[in-house]
């Protein structure tokens, strides 16, 4: 089982830039970035596979928005820079235990069974 927190979320100006942390307690082998906005879909932001450490982004984030990781490993980071208001969601880590087969869709919330509670994050013009 895993449990996720995540954290770092705030307010901030358009073209500013926050660091969002999600400690995770037990083994995952993906990692993902979502968001939702109030009256939105949940959105796909980006991914990072534990044994290869690829990562994937979105193209509403890439090139703004990096994933890394830390804390020996197991904790990942999203630093979001050059932020824009349409940034403003929840956002929330997500991650699967089990090794994605041939097909798994890394952007897909189904492919992830472990979620955090999310942390808020607005972006003011």
């Known amino acids: 089982q895993v449990q996720l927190v995540e954290s770092g979320g705030g307010l901030v100006q358009v073209g500013g830039s926050l660091r969002l942390s999600c400690v995770a307690s037990?083994?995952?082998?993906?990692m993902g970035w979502f968001r939702q906005a109030p009256g939105k879909e949940r959105e796909y932001v980006g991914s990072?596979?534990?044994?290869?450490?690829?990562?994937e982004y979105s193209d509403s984030v890439k090139g703004r928005f990096v994933i890394s990781r830390g804390g020996a490993g197991n904790n990942v980071f999203l630093q979001m820079n050059s932020l824009k208001a349409e940034d403003t969601a929840v956002y929330h880590c997500a991650a699967s235990e089990r090794v994605f087969i041939v097909g798994t869709d890394p952007s897909s919330a189904r492919s992830y069974r472990y979620w955090g509670q999310g942390t808020q994050v607005t972006v003011s013009s």
């Open positions: 990072i596979r534990g044994r290869t450490n690829v990562i």
């Open positions: 037990g083994s995952w082998y993906a």
